[in-house]
């Protein structure tokens, strides 16, 4: 039988000392994700023969993520396909990305159905590429950064630090407004998790940069590790009426994360069509794909 226990900030050292050594990328396994976004999938956790299991629910649904861990993996699988049986609910995993699913299937060959989740689909990129925007690929991006200098040679970049949070909120709120937060749940949802992480940023060992221009916040950014090499961009806002914003800020966000990062996940763009083409054109190096595993 497994104990599971929702997921608090004091957990952080416990979920991280699995998470910050495992070779996965996807930025489920950020604990400050985990953290600030439980009110909505009401995210449970436990220990058990060598890996950390998860628990949540999805659309109301029961799911689990693939354990974090070594040891027998068939095993734990079982125990937690016994979980749900208890629970009156189907097994299914959801975020198993592509090396998973061979895990699983060795695991278990030919048991799982496997759906893609595009909308869900991480991108993942090399923090040096998002730094120096070096190449011919990257051209239109630096000129975005030039004709930002140049309308704004005033601008300056600021690490993120808990006093500067309310100003970070009333920029977010403006933004909130302009695009129909109060209408979208799924905005209003983001506005929570956000303030959760932000109200705890120095637990979650949060790293972020606000850009100013005329002494104004009109970008912030924020985020935190997902293992010893990759990084999790987890919020980006910036005023659109300032031409170039969003892409200074991510621009200076990428030269201020630590060296030891390789990679930069930021993260999925959930089906919206001018979030998938602004993320692919800063050229991932990893579109880390995404499943559902349900038994059949």
């Not at 097994?91 to 278990?108: I, N």
């Not at 905005?187 to 949060?206: F, K, P, V």
Request: charged share 30%; aromatic share 14%; glycine share 6%.
């Amino acid at each position: 039988m497994i104990t599971f226990k929702p997921i608090e900030l004091d957990d952080k050292d416990r979920v991280q000392k699995y998470t910050l050594r495992s070779w996965r990328r996807n930025c489920d396994l950020s604990f400050s994700n985990l953290y600030s976004w439980r009110f909505l999938y009401r995210t449970e956790i436990a220990e058990k023969d060598g890996f950390l299991l998860f628990r949540f629910y999805a659309d109301n649904q029961l799911a689990y993520m693939m354990p974090v861990g070594e040891g027998n993996l068939h095993s734990i699988l079982e125990e937690l396909m016994e979980d749900a049986r208890s629970l009156g609910a189907p097994f299914r995993l959801l975020g198993v990305c592509v090396g998973m699913r061979a895990e699983l299937e060795s695991a278990f060959p030919f048991q799982f159905d496997f759906e893609a989740d595009r909308d869900y689909f991480d991108y993942v990129y090399l923090r040096t590429d998002l730094a120096t925007l070096r190449g011919k690929k990257f051209q239109p991006k630096r000129n975005h950064i030039n004709k930002f200098k140049a309308a704004y040679p005033d601008y300056e970049y600021k690490l993120l630090t808990p006093e500067l949070i309310s100003e970070c909120l009333q920029l977010e709120t403006e933004w909130c407004k302009a695009n129909d937060c109060a209408e979208n749940q799924a905005l209003q949802d983001e506005r929570r998790s956000m303030t959760a992480a932000l109200e705890h940023m120095e637990q979650l060992d949060i790293q972020g940069g606000v850009l100013y221009v005329g002494g104004k916040i009109v970008a912030f950014t924020f985020g935190a590790p997902i293992n010893q090499e990759t990084f999790d961009t987890c919020v980006e806002k910036a005023d659109t009426d300032i031409e170039g914003a969003y892409a200074m800020i991510n621009y200076e966000f990428a030269n201020h994360i630590p060296e030891q990062y390789i990679y930069i996940n930021r993260e999925e763009d959930l089906g919206l069509e001018g979030l998938r083409r602004a993320k692919l054109s800063y050229h991932p190096e990893i579109l880390l794909e995404k499943y559902v595993a349900e038994l059949k």
